[in-house]
């Protein structure tokens, strides 16, 4: 189970690199074309409709790393003082639940595509982008990122079941204050030694 948990992460890892660097070529030619526009009234057409379509393709391919670092928004006004077996309880649901709604909008996505692919549609933009490309690019994403998921319940449920309940924690569990910080410094001492 450790092998399959730390491959998607390593994977997902590359995925947020490279959801970044899509964002940071968005933002690159967005400001190249507010300059064109301001400096010589010149557009280069097409930055709107590109910087959408890499912001959906990197949120897709960003929220399984996400995941994995526990960066979703979670509420744990009440999970702090559960007793572990409440807290085990809520992992898995929350994850379960987010499963279900990734299968369903991975489920809607793919018509979506479908639709895309058989009717030959294009953006109504003057560069008339195919759509499946990005489409297809989002929907890749809405799937890693479902079976992300389903690693980290698939583990979650694992280490429980074996009473491995650091390691569950560790995987699916609320982080608190303290965690965060150790691990920030773990981070922040790990980049200083290696330098």
């Known amino acids: 189970m450790n092998g399959f948990i730390e491959k998607t992460e390593k994977i997902s890892q590359v995925a947020a690199w490279c959801s970044g660097l899509l964002l940071f070529l968005a933002a ?57 077996a409440g807290r085990s309880f809520l992992d898995i649901f929350a994850h379960l639940l987010l499963g ?9 996505a793919f018509f979506v595509l479908k639709t895309s692919i058989l009717k030959h549609s294009a953006a109504n933009t003057p560069l008339a982008t195919p759509l499946w490309i990005p489409q297809g690019l989002w929907f890749l994403g809405l799937l890693w990122f479902g079976f992300t998921i389903f690693i980290v319940l698939a583990g979650t449920i694992y280490y429980r079941l074996n009473n491995k309940h650091n390691e569950a924690n560790r995987l699916a569990g609320i982080s608190t204050l303290d965690d965060e910080i150790q691990e920030t410094t773990e981070r922040g001492t790990t980049a200083g030694g290696d330098k």
């Not at 030619?29 to 912001?55: C, H, N, P, Q, T």
């Not at 279900?100 to 809607?108: E, F, G």
């Open 28 to 84: 690159i030619m967005i400001a190249f074309e507010v300059i064109m526009r301001k400096a010589f009234s010149y557009s280069i057409g097409g930055a709107d409709e590109l910087s959408s379509y890499a912001l959906a393709i990197s949120c897709t391919w960003g929220f399984s790393f996400a995941l994995i670092r526990k960066s979703h928004i979670r509420i744990d006004i009440l999970y702090n003082h559960l007793p572990q």
């Open 100 to 108: 279900i709604y990734i299968v369903t909008l991975s489920y809607y």
